[in-house]
């Protein structure tokens, strides 16, 4: 049991293509945040509705970077617009992403067209880009608020299958991949899309709390709690799936799980087993039980609603690992196992993520001094 084809030894798919699903589900999750408000009217999410809505574009910005990072030649990545190919899978998720940014952009014109008149009537070089965004219409009255309420909610509604179908997208790449049986699972699409929710969540929820400590807000208790419930709901039902994938591997007990099981043990133990089950899924999944079964005072339920959010971070983070990077580790031998760890300052390096990572928060900044997200937000007493 130790024999691996020559061109599998090194990992192709890296760090790179790990960050991929993984910024692209922030972007499902979020918009499903947002969403709950303009289409549902869970009236609790209004303090975080703008802000959510605001960081699924901003994520949507770089969801496709690690992936041109990747590419050898990342300018080829237009030719899937100029000469389109309807049967190829990776062309479907470039048709789904700009459909998506798209209906995103439109989004935002419409639930803060408001707010870019105010900006662009206060005159400057951004009033000026305001009125540009604008196309230099800033008239405004009470009819033309209510058609833009009903034209964003159509679009939020619209939206929601949509924010689904690219992130469950990025699952069946995977779980299409009939030669790979870590990966080749109809679960896996599923998987993705809620454990996509779960990190869109969590990083409003982390996020959420960071902006409010470093202004001096009072956080909304209603929303947070809510946020809390949500969170804690769906991570169940991703978590709950990732399980019955493996146990139903594990049951059938096909000429794959000899090999499956061996994966498991010696090469997926600690990042699978310990880590994103056993320490992040586990403690995060008592966390937020504790916070929505009993009546805690709000400081320790904010502590726990926030410690339980960041760790589901990670628990998504390496859940992306464990299939992206232990699906490589398995030789198409079936009788061997290689070996990757990242490097730091490589091309496809631990820097060049985190930068990718940190840069859509800095944005969000920028996009919050020209048009404010918390618009409510109430200063703590002293």
């Known amino acids: 049991m ?13 760090v790179m293509i790990v960050l991929y699903p993984y910024i692209t589900g922030l972007v499902a999750g979020a918009f499903i945040v947002s969403s709950l408000y303009h289409v549902f009217g869970v009236e609790a999410l209004r303090p975080v509705a703008r802000f959510s809505l605001a960081s699924a574009f901003v994520f949507l910005l770089f969801a496709t970077l690690p992936l041109l990072i990747h590419l050898g030649q990342p300018t080829r990545a237009f030719n899937i617009m100029v ?14 992403y700009s459909a998506y940014s798209l209906l995103v952009v439109l989004e935002i014109w419409f639930v803060m067209r408001s707010e870019f ?34 034209i964003a909610r159509v679009l939020a509604g ?62 909304d208790q209603p929303c947070v709690r809510s946020l809390g419930r949500y969170l804690w709901g769906f991570m169940i039902v991703a978590v709950a799936l990732e399980l019955l994938e493996i146990m139903s591997i ?86 061997g196992f290689t070996d990757y760890f990242p490097g730091l300052w490589e091309k496809e390096g631990l820097a060049v ?3 990718i990572f940190t840069l859509p928060f800095g944005i969000l900044w920028v996009f919050n001094r020209i048009v404010p997200l918390f618009p409510n937000a109430e200063r703590r007493s002293a």
């Not at 009125?131 to 009819?143: Q, T």
């Not at 880590?275 to 586990?282: D, E, I, M």
């Not at 699906?327 to 198409?332: A, F, I, P, V």
């Open 117 to 150: 008149i105010a900006r662009a009537r206060r005159g400057g070089l951004v009033g000026l880009c305001c009125r540009a965004i604008l196309l230099g219409n800033l008239f405004e009255s009470d009819a033309t608020r209510a058609a833009d309420h009903r």
């Open 2 to 14: 130790d024999f691996v084809f020559p061109n599998e030894v090194n990992v192709t798919w890296t």
């Open 250 to 335: 594990a049951y059938k007990q096909t000429e794959e799980w000899e090999v499956l099981g061996q994966l498991i043990e010696q090469k997926l133990m600690i990042t699978y087993v310990i880590l994103q089950f056993l320490v992040f899924s586990l403690v995060p999944f008592l966390l937020l039980a504790i916070s929505a079964l009993f009546k805690l005072r709000d400081k320790l339920a904010n502590a726990i609603i926030w410690t339980a959010a960041t760790m589901l971070l990670f628990q998504v983070l390496l859940m992306r690992w464990n299939v992206v990077v232990g699906g490589q580790l398995l030789s198409k031998s079936m009788r």
């Open 158 to 219: 619209v939206g929601i299958p949509m924010a689904c179908l690219l992130h469950g997208y990025v699952g069946f790449l995977f779980g299409s991949i009939k030669a790979n049986p870590w990966w080749s699972t109809p679960l896996m699409f599923v998987i993705f899309i809620f454990s996509a929710i779960v990190s869109g969540i969590a990083v409003l929820i982390f996020h959420y709390f960071v902006v409010s400590w470093i202004n001096g807000w009072k956080v």
């Open 83 to 96: 000469t389109p190919n309807f049967t190829s899978a990776m062309a479907g998720f470039g048709y789904i």
């Open 353 to 355: 993520a985190a930068v």
